[in-house]
């Protein structure tokens, strides 16, 4: 087996359930979601003859799978086009009432698949646990910008969930 | 600020939830990887019998039925698809993804695509359509002066450039969409604010 197929094999092995969540991110359909997740294990595995070792692997693997996903829903844009906002936008928006604390994993997902893709791939860093040097790492966005959209997302989803479920309680 | 710990933390919540788990085997994973270079393969080939095609038609017609200057718009359009054929060829639309996928930064990759698709939809005329312009025009003015201008060569005409002129102006809208999206990326790349 090459070096390509290892690194490959152990990218998927270890980052499987992050790219499917990353996914979901991306694409709300379900047939649509699985051809997502195949497209980017291809680009993953083709990236991986140029990787040398030149950052981490879960950076490559991030960086490879929000590319591939930004390519992905510029082009599911152009065939289907929605109305997405920017994280400044939602933040100025009403949170809709009609939530329950049962629903408060689809209200998430919803969230951040009506998100632009450039604040989406910020929102989605922060959901997988990254922090504001590692989300810089992965976008590109200088250190302050990164830690400014944190404490925006951070702010938002707070009042996106508790709000939501304290109005159900 | 929300509590990291608690059970409704977003973080947990996201990480905690259900997803079907598609893995690919590394020999699916080749096995689509020649798949889809067939396909462009395949691609490229259809643009250039199609290319092959126009040059013999038109080449047919000088050599079998035309003279002298009535052979300027068959030459022109044999003219113009060479050079379409040959940017095509260029440009290698067989594009899946650029080779340093993994080295940009998202912010940036996202931008560096945002400019390609406004590039692309700047400059499809030119070297797309405008190739051709010449050998429609010489067209219509050896039918003008073989059988005289009438309403219908003049509809053909008027037809032509309003397709064209449609075709610029449609891509050109567009490309201003793109570029206000490319000038916010950059103030993000930029902005420590």
Redesign the interface.
């Known amino acids: 087996?090459s070096l390509q197929?290892e690194l490959?094999?152990r990218a998927?092995e270890e980052y499987?359930?992050a790219l499917?969540?990353l996914?979901?991110g991306y694409e709300a359909d379900?047939d649509k979601?699985?051809d997502l997740?195949?497209e980017i294990?291809?680009?993953l595995?083709?990236?991986f003859e140029?990787?040398h070792g030149?950052?981490s692997l879960r950076t490559?693997v991030y960086?490879?799978a929000?590319?591939?996903a930004?390519?992905w829903a510029?082009q599911q844009k152009r065939s289907r086009p929605q109305m997405l906002v920017s994280l400044e936008e939602l933040d100025a928006m009403p949170v809709p009432p009609d939530v329950d604390?049962r629903l408060?994993?689809d209200r998430?997902t919803h969230l951040v698949q009506r998100l632009e893709?450039?604040d989406r791939?910020v929102i989605l860093a922060?959901?997988?646990?990254m922090d504001a040097a590692a989300i810089g790492?992965?976008?590109?966005?200088?250190?302050?910008?990164a830690a400014?959209k944190v404490h925006r997302i951070?702010?938002l989803?707070?009042r996106y969930?508790?709000e939501g479920?304290a109005h159900a309680g | 600020m929300p509590d990291e710990m608690s059970p409704n933390d977003p973080r947990n919540l996201w990480q905690g939830q259900e997803v079907e788990k598609v893995i690919l085997t590394v020999d699916e994973v080749q096995r689509r990887a020649s798949r889809f270079e067939r396909r462009v393969r395949n691609r490229n080939l259809r643009e250039y019998i199609a290319g092959a095609l126009v040059i013999v038609l038109s080449a047919n017609q000088i050599v079998t039925r035309l003279h002298g200057w009535r052979m300027t718009p068959p030459v022109l359009i044999i003219l113009g698809t060479i050079y379409v054929m040959f940017q095509l060829h260029r440009r290698g639309s067989a594009r899946s993804l650029p080779g340093d996928v993994g080295l940009r930064g998202s912010i940036e990759f996202h931008r560096l695509e945002l400019e390609r698709q406004r590039d692309a939809l700047r400059g499809v005329w030119h070297w797309y359509l405008l190739p051709f312009a010449p050998g429609l025009v010489a067209t219509l003015v050896m039918a003008g002066i073989a059988r005289g201008i009438n309403a219908r060569l003049v509809g053909v005409g008027v037809m032509f450039v309003l397709i064209f002129v449609g075709v610029v102006a449609l891509n050109n809208w567009g490309a201003r969409k793109l570029d206000r999206k490319i000038e916010e990326l950059k103030i993000m790349e930029t902005d420590d604010a």
Not at chain 1, 137 to 145: D, I, M, R, V, Y
Request: overall charge positive.
């Open positions: 087996m197929d490959f094999q998927v499987g359930a499917g969540r996914a979901r379900p979601r699985r997740q195949q294990q291809l680009a595995w083709r990236s140029g990787f030149r950052c490559w960086r490879v929000h590319n591939t930004i390519s510029t604390r408060a994993l998430l893709p450039r791939q922060y959901l997988e646990g790492e992965l976008t590109g966005l200088s250190p302050g910008n400014t951070k702010n989803l707070a969930l508790n479920t």
